[in-house]
């Protein structure tokens, strides 16, 4: 097994004196490549905290993080936003879209805001994820107008975009029903097992863990289980 | 950046009335740019075609020789020679200059005249006045005294007189009679009336009057050469630069109309920088109007801006997409407000007919190329602010809301 990105003695603190909140307190975590894990944790507990940190959207207080290889504590804003783009997708559970752009264009994003522009080629691959994901019918819909399991699928394309080799989401399931919420995980298991592509899925709901080969949990800032 | 152009219009068109009311916003101050422009610039050009425009743009007087002063080394001056009074001082050589100054670019008419004083009698009435002898043909040059003729003709001959309606009536002169005219030299001569004017000045209805150059010549002993020659330029702004010229070419003392009109010139000036406060004024609010509008849309698109980070978008990204929006909102609300200023400035009549009580507005000084890149510059720069703020919008707490 190789390991795709590892985390070790990872701390986080909101505030200062008073107000300070531990919510990471020497988190260590390896992801092998590959994988699709799920990450569990009472309300609370700090998932999206290592989400994010692990996202590169936000640096730890302290601790080392390192993907491919590549130290991502000492990165300035410019090296991570170049890294996000080439190696990691996000799939949120709200605001996920840019409401004034059709799926297509959604999908494209990455990619083209790589390339300065809207390529023939990047439309292609984003024609394709989307009728991988069952939205053929919706590629050049206004993206403000689909529904909520549509957004949730556009979105994983749109993380699928520039072939990352780690796909984060965060809830991705939170605000959908049984059947929209299974269809999405159907996907997120199939691209993983065709592609390797490695997903890391916060959530609350069992059903949903279960469909994934791992569970992560964390409790009072550290890997429980 | 091509496709941050393409977010930035995308941006634009979501919110069509926004960006409709924005552009109006950004239009109606250009429209004031314009209108100012116009207003000032034309103002200013029939202030100067009214005051300036009848008068001669370049003169050449001849100069009364300064008396010789006689200075003993010791220091004394030994004697003053006084000016002469009875010679009348003159430009001999006019004749030959003539041709010379008509070959000066933007130079459209030159007119040699005899100018001095004199007294107009009829029966027991006397009027001092002031004789201008021109050349029969060109009697218009300068002033456009054919423009302001009410009764008569212009057409000046030997033995003919034409002045003011309120000479005339001063006088009891009716068209046809005779008069005498005596110069400050003591030569006189009984002249008919045969045109009748009314300019509008006061100083020229009531105490100019014109004779042919010939009969200038009797009255004031001047066999040859002229005592004063007009030069009228087609655009009276080249006056400084013209009078150069011509004293270069000349060797002599040419006046641009410039000098001694200290006094309109600083009104002028004055009025110009009224002008361009007012369109300080309008640039500040389109700077203001644009800044508040693009910030209220970054705090609106906050969590699409973290999105966009999250995706791999830079802060240069982000400044650019929003830098754009300022950008194009500038160019659009610019050109609609030039188009506009344009529209609103048709029906006023154009410079050459300008009316009283009617603004003097001129189209062509709109100053619309530089009302558009001045509103383009204004909305990129008001931009900058929303811009930086945006690039500096915390992905995690953006899509956290
Ligand atoms: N920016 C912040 N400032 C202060 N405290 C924060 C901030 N972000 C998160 N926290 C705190 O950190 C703790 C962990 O939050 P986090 O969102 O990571 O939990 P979570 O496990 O994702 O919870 P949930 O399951 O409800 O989504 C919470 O107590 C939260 O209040
Ligand atoms: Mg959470």
């Given amino acids: 097994m190789t390991a795709l990105l590892e985390v070790s003695e990872l701390v986080k603190t909101f505030g200062t004196g008073e107000a ?16 699709m894990a799920a990450l569990l944790g009472p309300s609370g507990s700090g998932k999206s905290t290592l989400l994010t940190i692990l996202g590169t959207l936000m640096k730890p207080t302290s601790g080392r993080y390192a993907m491919l290889g590549q130290d991502l504590v000492s990165a300035d804003d410019t090296e991570l936003t170049e890294f996000r783009n080439r190696h990691i997708g996000f799939v949120f559970q709200f605001h996920n879209l840019l409401p004034d752009f059709t ?56 993380a699928l975009m520039n072939r990352p080799e780690l796909v984060l989401a965060d809830e991705p399931t939170g605000n959908l029903d049984r059947a929209s919420a299974m269809q999405v995980m159907d996907l997120i298991a199939e691209i993983n097992r065709d592609e390797g592509t490695t997903f890391l899925i916060s959530t609350h709901d069992e059903k949903i863990a279960g469909l994934c080969r791992r569970q992560i949990v964390v409790g009072d800032g550290v890997v429980t289980g | 950046m091509l496709y941050a152009l393409k977010i930035a219009a995308r941006y634009l068109t979501a919110s069509k009335a926004q960006t409709a009311l924005l552009v109006l916003g950004v239009a109606v101050g250009v429209f004031i740019f314009i209108f100012m422009s116009a207003l000032i610039g034309g103002l200013a050009e029939f202030i ?72 107009l009698a009829r029966g027991a ?54 008069v005498r ?77 410039t000098e001694g009109a200290e006094q309109l010139l600083e009104a002028l000036d004055a009025q110009a920088q009224t002008g361009v406060f007012l369109k300080s004024f309008a640039l500040i609010t389109i700077v203001i109007g644009v800044a508040s509008a693009l910030l209220l849309s970054t705090y609106r698109r906050r969590p699409e801006i973290g999105i966009m ?41 154009s410079r050459e007919d300008f009316e009283v009580g009617t603004l ?37 707490t953006a899509i956290g809301q």
Avoid: C
């Avoid at chain 1, 024609?127 to 994983?156: H, W, Y």
């Fill in chain 1, 20 to 35: 300070e909140t531990r919510v990471l307190r020497g988190l260590s975590l390896v992801l092998a490549v590959g994988e």
């Fill in chain 1, 103 to 158: 799926a297509l264009e959604n999908v494209v994003f990455p990619t083209a805001v790589r390339e300065g522009r809207e390529t023939a080629a990047a439309r292609a691959r984003g024609r394709e994820l989307l009728t991988r994901m069952g939205l053929e019918a919706r590629i050049d819909f206004p993206s403000a107008n689909l529904s909520g399991g549509q957004k949730q699928r556009v979105a994983v394309a749109r």
């Fill in chain 2, 48 to 119: 100067l075609s009214r005051t300036v425009g009848d008068l001669s743009h370049v003169t050449i007087e001849a100069e009364d020789p300064d008396p010789a002063i006689l200075i003993h080394p010791g220091g004394q001056v030994l004697a003053v020679i006084e000016r002469g009074r009875a010679r009348t001082a003159s430009l001999s050589e006019a004749a030959t200059f003539i041709p010379l100054i008509e070959t000066v670019p933007g130079v459209i008419a030159v007119s040699p005249q005899i100018t001095g004083a004199g007294f």
């Fill in chain 2, 125 to 178: 009435q006397v009027a001092q006045v002031s004789v201008t002898g021109l050349e029969p043909g060109r009697e218009s040059d300068i002033l456009d005294l054919d423009g302001y003729m009410t009764q008569g003709s212009v057409r000046l001959g030997s033995g003919l007189i034409v002045l003011g309606e309120a000479l005339a009536e001063d006088m009891s002169l009716r068209l046809g009679q005779t």
């Fill in chain 2, 181 to 257: 005219l005596q110069s400050s030299t003591g030569v006189s001569a009984v002249l008919t009336l045969s045109g009748l004017y009314d300019t509008g000045n006061g100083l020229i209805d009531g105490s100019s009057i014109y004779v042919s150059l010939s009969t200038a010549r009797t009255l004031f002993a001047l066999p040859q050469g002229v005592t004063r020659i007009e030069i009228k330029l087609r655009d009276l702004n080249d006056a400084d630069a013209a009078a150069l010229r011509i004293a270069a070419l000349t060797g002599l003392d040419a006046e641009p109309w």
């Fill in chain 2, 309 to 349: 980070r999250a995706m791999g978008a830079g802060r240069g990204f982000v400044v650019f997409v929003f830098v754009t929006q300022g950008a194009l909102v500038g160019l659009m609300g610019g050109v609609t407000g030039a188009a506009l200023g344009y529209l609103a400035l048709l029906p006023f009549p």
């Fill in chain 2, 360 to 396: 003097p507005m001129d189209i062509t000084q709109g100053s619309y190329g530089l009302a558009i890149t001045l509103t383009v510059i204004g909305a990129i720069l008001a931009s900058i602010l929303p811009a930086r703020s945006a690039a500096r919008v915390d992905p995690v």
